[in-house]
């Protein structure tokens, strides 16, 4: 099919497991944030003292995995090239489920903030391992379309994160949010499973093993030459959408949290019906924003055939800014607050469908998942100081305000568009 043999389906398969687990994983926390941190500082959830530690704290959290993020994937990426794709991803795998699901036994903010350190090294480590091994195993014709196919994984990675913590907050336990965060995180461990399912199915890409000298293979190769540039914007033009996607992301529980609160306030409702009220308002949030993701993504393939790499980036960083100035800055009913969230899902999501192919296009295979999780992670450390200051500004009372003026974000990527490395109609590099 797509003229795709079944062993590359197979690669791609599995790569995109272990990247859909990764986003499942990475985003527990967003979910049991409102439910998580006032249980572990002590606070009466809903109340004025909780609401600002959640929002300040998800700041802080999310900024600290963006950091573990980084490293693991400049690490991991180093050690991509040097041990192999596949042994990378299973391990990159089984390091942020123990991560995550060790979480669930946290018994203060302290030890989680180390769980989730130790989850994100994995978490970061895995992208480049993935998209590099989908990349070299696919046809050069298909290359696109495994890129982008492999990313739709982010979304489903979501879906079922949303779906999971509707289930353990909404159903099974809601009238004990101190149980059901705990509960949620132990779901972390299932990606284990799939790393060794990878490994038994899935060998090295011959592109990979007919590279010699896998053990002299430096960090300092991706800064040396013509590739020094090559590094710099492709690390550029991710840190403009990953700023804008955290930023966006992070809180989107906490938002639907404070919307759904002020709504049942207005209504008079009894507590429990107020998480209830809570539960469902964060699952059509996420669910909007990530159906407006999965539109994005797929566009990405017709789009990347008739427009270069530079109009690509271009064309969604100009709809993001206007997709996020628009849903944050125009006074609107809560509800449909809600649902512009997809409108921002689609090219504030969208946009990484791109970053699986356009990455490893951008590098040699020596230095191949080196150069793509340098660019793909590194770019975090900058994009970790968007959720701290929108987290630190919420916490004060001006949330969505905070959020529209990450909207301008986009636009500075859209005046540096010219600069980006084109790589439309290239083979990739050997």
Not at 77 to 95: F, K, N, S, V
Not at 230 to 257: D, K
Not at 268 to 287: Q, R, Y
């Amino acid at each position: 099919m797509l003229g795709i043999t079944r062993y590359q389906w197979t690669v791609l398969f599995a790569a995109w497991l272990g990247w859909g687990f990764d986003i499942f994983d990475s985003l527990l926390f967003n979910f049991v944030a409102p439910n998580c941190i006032p249980d572990l500082l002590n606070l009466q959830p809903g109340s004025a003292a909780a609401k600002a530690a959640t929002l300040q704290w998800t700041g802080i959290l999310t900024s600290l995995l963006l950091i573990g993020w980084a490293a693991g994937g400049v690490l991991f990426g180093y050690i991509g090239d040097r041990l192999g794709r596949t042994r990378t991803l299973m391990l990159t795998m089984l390091m942020y489920a123990l991560g995550t699901a060790a979480c669930a036994f946290a018994p203060n903010l302290g030890v989680l903030i180390v769980f989730r350190l130790i989850a994100s090294l994995g978490i970061g480590g895995e992208w480049a391992a993935g998209a590099a091994m989908v990349a070299e195993v696919m046809p050069e014709k298909r290359r696109v379309e495994g890129g982008v196919l492999l990313y739709t994984a982010a979304s489903v990675g979501l879906f079922l994160a949303t779906g999971l913590n509707f289930l353990v907050a909404g159903h099974w336990f809601p009238d004990e949010p101190q149980k059901s965060w705990r509960f949620l995180f132990l779901f972390g461990l299932v990606p284990a499973a799939v790393a060794f399912t990878v490994r038994a199915f899935v060998r090295e890409p011959e592109r990979w093993q007919q590279v010699q000298d896998h053990s002299k293979v430096a960090l300092r190769e991706i800064f040396a030459g013509p590739l020094r540039r090559v590094t710099l914007w492709g690390t550029f033009v991710t840190v403009i959408a990953l700023i804008t996607w955290w930023s966006s992301n992070a809180f989107i529980a906490s938002i639907a949290t404070g919307l759904a609160r002020t709504e049942a306030g207005l209504q008079g409702l009894t507590e429990s019906a107020t998480l209830a009220l809570v539960e469902n308002w964060k699952l059509k949030a996420n669910l909007y924003f990530n159906f407006g993701g999965l539109v994005g993504t797929l566009m990405v393939i017709p789009l990347a055939r008739v427009l270069s790499r530079r109009m690509l980036f271009a064309l969604y960083m100009a709809c993001s800014s206007v997709a996020m100035l628009a849903s944050f800055g125009i006074d609107m009913a809560p509800e449909t607050r809600l649902m512009m969230y997809f409108v921002v899902g689609v090219p504030v999501f969208g946009i990484f469908g791109a970053f699986p192919f356009y990455l490893p296009e951008l590098f040699p295979t020596r230095v191949r998942t080196t150069g793509s999780g340098f660019c793909y992670n590194i770019g975090r450390l900058v994009a970790a100081i968007g959720p701290f200051l929108v987290g630190t500004v919420a916490a004060k009372g001006a949330a969505l305000q905070a959020i529209f003026y990450v909207g301008f974000v986009p636009l500075l990527g859209l005046l540096f568009a010219p600069f980006y490395i084109e790589t439309r109609h290239k083979t990739l590099e050997d």
